[in-house]
């Protein structure tokens, strides 16, 4: 060659092997650069306020205004350390407004435990908004209390919970922005079924606890103990609720969650949402643990049936689930 020094062809190849090498080594690293920005990407997604699932398409509003805050309706009874383990988690919750307690108890409140909440309310509540706890003082002990209307509620969306379980703030902060989604119905995590008794007839029914919800998959109630409504079911309950049925509720201390179920069904057509939320129990076994407890539940349901002169619960095997956290694929 001239110029230059001869080069053979075995160096050549050598050459364009060192170069192929080199820059399929180039195009791996940016492979591979691409896929880490791909994944913060997704990451980042999926950590963003906006959600999108199963078809709905609900806005995050942050406004102070009644659509975009929630009011906790919480029924307690003589478990003072759960409702303070349930008052501090609560109050830290980004869009609370308002806590409720249902107090049916023979004594008021004492000045102590009230300080207690008092002071744990200004502590956890955030800087832009001061959470309020109310007393909801009742001289009756019944379980009908807790639908009770509220006069000064501020707020559209009520989230009804018992003293004695946790959920955290995502999870409830989701289950509002289902219940934006469909404000008319009832949003809960805790789902249950009725099924046509077909040994006594169609207007005969049995109640479904959790395993015939979980074995089928179906379901046609969400349980009050946790669940979001709009506070109209609140004025509907306490007038319009026939007064045989609340004192039936009233004397058996059972069923009011199958009550509101039944008077929001039959006031839309149209079957509850359940919700994907991780649930903590603080408390001991409740009723549902006794002996005979379905027997009473599906006694319930008859009894309303023929009160309401139709079956109006629908079912359904629609689940809401938080797809940030949920990798469908």
Not at 73 to 99: A, E, F, G
Not at 153 to 172: H, N, R
Not at 217 to 233: I, N, P, Q, R, W
């Amino acid at each position: 060659m001239r110029g230059g020094l001869p080069i053979s062809r075995r160096s050549v190849f050598k050459l364009r092997q060192v170069g192929i090498g080199t820059l399929g080594s180039a195009k791996i690293k940016i492979l591979l650069c691409g896929c880490v920005v791909l994944s913060l990407l997704a990451i980042a997604n999926r950590n963003r306020d906006s959600s999108s699932f199963m078809g709905w398409t609900g806005d995050f509003d942050r406004s102070s205004s009644p659509r975009g805050r929630y009011s906790i309706v919480m029924n307690t009874w003589k478990r003072y350390d759960l409702l303070k383990k349930s008052i501090s988690h609560y109050t830290s919750c980004p869009r609370l407004d308002s806590i409720h307690i249902v107090w049916s108890e023979p004594d008021p409140p004492s000045d102590s435990l009230k300080r207690y909440l008092n002071h744990v309310v200004r502590s956890n509540s955030r800087k832009d908004q001061q959470v309020e706890l109310v007393f909801d003082i009742n001289k009756e002990d019944s379980l009908n209390n807790r639908f009770k209307e509220i006069k000064d509620l501020k707020t559209d969306a009520v989230f009804s919970i018992d003293d004695d379980v946790i959920f955290p703030c995502t999870s409830v902060e989701f289950a509002f922005t289902v219940w934006q989604s469909a404000s008319d119905t009832m949003v809960g995590y805790v789902p249950r079924m009725h099924w046509v008794d077909q040994k006594k007839g169609e207007n005969k029914y049995k109640y479904g606890g959790w395993w015939s919800v979980w074995w089928t998959g179906t379901y046609s109630m969400v349980l009050s103990k946790a669940a979001f409504f709009h506070k109209k079911y609140l004025k509907l309950y306490t007038d319009e609720m026939p007064a045989s049925l609340k004192e039936y509720i009233t004397k058996n201390r059972n069923c009011e969650d199958i009550a509101m179920s039944f008077l929001v069904a039959n006031a839309t057509d149209a079957p509850p949402i359940w919700v994907k939320g991780k649930i903590f129990e603080i408390g001991s076994t409740g009723i549902s643990s006794l002996g005979g407890h379905s027997e009473r539940r599906t006694e319930c349901v008859n009894k309303f049936v023929d009160e309401f002169g139709r079956m109006p619960l629908i079912p359904t095997v629609m689940k809401a689930v938080d797809s940030r956290y949920s990798w469908f694929w």
